[in-house]
């Protein structure tokens, strides 16, 4: 086997030291106040920005003092970094959080070379954006690749196992922040759910254990984010960012034109989501039928676990859809066995995520048995419903590929705007609320007050069901009195039917 070249062992240090960078935010941060740490990581950082950037600061100046400019940034950074050392001022701790990585975003652009735009210029925000935002979630198969390169080549049967483990190894790596991410949200939606997670450490007879998991998870992030932040400032051509890794990947890239994950990373990544959401259906399903009740955690009722979380299922369920594009475009193809069980993952993920949107659906709807219908909580009622088509839509999608995805989403999305734009949904709020009224004694009639003449022939109705409710006609004299379509040019059937 072949020694790496000079830049090849180059780039398996940087990603050594972004490794060692986060682990040592982990255990700076992981539950303590910033102080001396805030000045630790700074220097950590830039230690491993000067590494890398070695050799590449000269060169030609896209606009005059660029170089000064990048130097001089230095001094904000370091000012700010050592706040957090010096004084204990809560309010300005809390603003640097903001302020202090906007400056060495700033300043790595700047010195680094990788804006044409002046750091004073509007222009710049984009720069700062793709480089924060875009190359680094688009980089994260590089440090995949190298590490892939490091495991030994395909050959005997003792190396194809290793392969898989390394493919195995870089799915579980994707699928951490991933989970990270639906895990909180789902913990925050389910007080069963969080109960659950905080029974974990009991499990498995020590806390430690758990702490330490998620120590490991949240290095891995830091550590991944880290060596892509560095490589988009090395390598802002995609093409050129994806070579170095291998050879091998650099042609299979070029003849694609496409990123491709490997069957079984992408399997690892879909099975470690799947697991999660399996679980959790548990859950939405013994709410959905009134068996959750006996589950509880101690302290909580019932109707308020259930009318709680719909705001973070909704949230899972974008995450859903789009990790169903990668997981329909973005796998490699393999063999008929690889293909049913990739469409089967995606099938059983999409499944989940219909049972959460029937769950937040259902939270929803008893929400606003407690507390009335308004206009948002109708516009994200319409919102799940609309997902819950777009999850079907993907069903048939992934069983049947000759179907275009992009085409019916797109024709689903405009027939979905124009139903809610002709559902009257103003005065559908009003019905609602008429009805509620009926059965609960409560009304927000204040609220109807600042809707549209939409709903004043739902209010003269309940004016004649509740004539001892006199307050309903000073409520339709303000909207009245409010309506901008008073004169002839303003004319609408709405406006007309209100004053009649």
Request: some cysteine.
């Amino acid at each position: 086997m072949r020694d790496p070249a000079p830049w090849q062992k180059k780039y398996g240090m940087m990603l050594g030291y972004a490794c060692l960078f986060g682990f040592m935010m982990q255990y700076l941060f992981v539950g303590y106040a910033p102080g001396i740490s805030v000045l630790l990581s700074v220097a950590g950082f830039y230690g491993l920005y000067f590494y890398a950037i070695k050799g590449r600061l000269g060169g030609f100046e896209p606009w005059e003092g660029q170089s000064k400019a990048g130097w001089l940034m230095l001094v904000p950074v370091a000012l700010i970094t050592l706040t957090y050392a010096l004084f204990a001022n809560s309010f300005f701790h809390a603003l640097n959080v903001l302020a202090l990585p906007i400056l060495i975003v700033m300043q790595t652009i700047v010195l680094s070379r990788n804006s044409k735009h002046a750091w004073y210029h509007a222009t710049f925000l984009q720069d700062m954006g793709r480089h924060v935002f875009g190359r680094p979630f688009g980089y994260v198969s590089v440090p995949l690749e190298m590490i892939r390169a490091w495991l030994p080549a395909r050959g005997s049967a003792e190396n194809s196992r290793w392969g898989k483990i390394g493919k195995i190894g870089a799915g579980l790596l994707l699928a951490s922040p991933i989970l990270f991410v639906i895990i909180g949200l789902l913990a925050s939606a389910d007080r069963i759910f969080l109960s659950w997670l905080a029974e974990i450490p009991h499990w498995l007879d020590g806390g430690n254990m758990v702490e330490g998991i998620l120590r490991i998870v949240m290095a891995l992030c830091i550590t991944v984010y880290t060596f892509c932040y560095m490589w988009g400032l090395l390598f802002p051509n995609v093409m050129e960012a994806a070579a170095p890794p291998s050879e091998d990947n650099q042609e299979r890239l070029a003849a694609s034109g496409k990123i491709q994950l490997d069957p079984v990373t992408a399997g690892t990544l879909l099975v470690c989501v799947n697991v999660v959401y399996v679980l959790f259906a548990i859950i939405q399903f013994s709410y959905l039928f009134g068996a959750a009740d006996g589950m509880l955690p101690s302290g909580v009722a019932y109707a308020e676990y259930a009318r709680r979380g719909f705001a973070e299922l909704v949230a899972v369920a974008l995450i859903n859809v789009f990790l169903l594009f990668p997981g329909l475009h973005w796998i490699r193809r393999s063999g008929q066995t690889g293909e049913i069980t990739r469409k089967v993952h995606l099938t059983m993920l999409v499944a989940c995520t219909i049972v959460m949107l029937a769950s937040a659906y259902s939270r929803l709807s008893l929400y606003e048995e407690a507390y009335g219908f308004t206009q948002t909580r109708l516009l994200v009622h319409g919102f799940m419903i609309f997902l819950a088509i777009m999850c079907v839509i993907a069903l048939f999608r992934i069983w049947v590929e000759r179907i275009s995805l992009s085409k019916a989403y797109i024709t689903t999305g405009i027939l979905a705007y124009l139903v809610m734009n002709y559902i009257n949904m103003d005065e559908r709020i009003a019905v609602n609320n008429m009805d509620r009224y009926e059965r609960t004694g409560i009304i927000d009639l204040d609220y109807l007050s600042r809707l549209s003449t939409d709903v004043v022939p739902t209010l003269r109705v309940m004016q004649t069901r509740h004539a001892n409710m006199t307050e309903i006609q000073s409520v339709i004299d303000h909207i009245n009195a409010n309506d901008s379509h008073s004169s002839w040019p303003s004319w609408n059937l709405s406006s007309y039917r209100a004053r009649r």
